[in-house]
């Protein structure tokens, strides 16, 4: 259970980062945010172990905050997210905890070799890959790639690897269909969670049924 100190930070992280995101256009706007946040929850209800939910949320709330892609830098990023959490009185292992999730969350190209430890991270981490996926993950793709002027698909462009630099991989030189193949295909294996998995089983499917419509739609079949 939430404590009333608790709850109270948890508002108010709310409205911090709605009105950070609420106008962003890449897909990483605050319905983004509320998405993962719910999907937490979903998954943590279902969880054996005992799961932190004030961690859980805050994180959730707050991953985005520090993204390098919606900021200057990385550094910039985390040092928005520690300045925001400063004014509160959290223990310091809820700091470490919310901090080590949002800083190694991130897939990254698939570059990001942390392995977070905490079902906490566990949970949160699966709950943004699965607003990656499926339909929702679709929309988001095309919607990031309008947003850096990238084409939806090219036929002389393929995948590029799975040995991409973080550089190389935000260099804006993939497509939205490439995306699909140099990460989206490749969340449903890395999920941690049981309901995490099974969620992704059916988002996973989905997409792949989309690419062979888009697919057979691009050359003419259907």
């Known amino acids: 259970m939430l404590t009333k100190a608790q709850k109270s930070i ?9 009105q950070l995101l609420k106008d962003d256009a890449s897909g990483h706007d605050w319905w983004h945010i509320q998405r993962v946040r719910n999907l937490a929850r979903k998954i943590a209800e279902n969880e054996q172990e005992d799961v932190n939910l004030f961690v859980c949320e805050i994180a959730a709330l707050l991953h985005d905050v520090a993204d390098g892609k919606l900021n200057k830098s990385e550094a910039d990023g985390e040092y928005k997210v520690r300045n ?12 470490q905890q919310i901090m080590g999730i949002i800083l190694h969350m991130s ?10 430890s905490s079902i906490e991270g566990k949970i949160v981490q699966d709950a943004d ?34 040995h991409l630099t973080l550089e190389e991989y935000r260099s804006g030189e993939d497509t939205a269909i490439m995306h699909f193949y140099e990460k989206l295909l490749k969340l449903k ?31 003419g079949e259907r």
């Open 84 to 95: 925001w959490l400063s004014q509160y009185s959290l223990t310091n292992k809820e700091l």
């Open 129 to 162: 890959r699965l607003d990656a996926i499926g339909a929702i993950g679709i929309a988001r793709t095309m919607t990031y790639s309008g947003s850096k002027n990238r084409l939806i698909h090219d036929p002389a462009k393929k995948a590029r690897g799975d």
């Open 107 to 116: 897939y990254k190209g698939g570059t990001n070799k942390v392995v977070l």
């Open 10 to 18: 948890i508002k108010n992280t709310e409205e911090y980062v709605y």
């Open 189 to 219: 294996n890395g999920m941690n969670t049981t309901v995490g998995k099974a969620l992704a089983e059916k988002r996973h499917s989905y997409m792949e049924d989309y690419l062979e419509e888009f697919f057979a739609e691009w050359d």
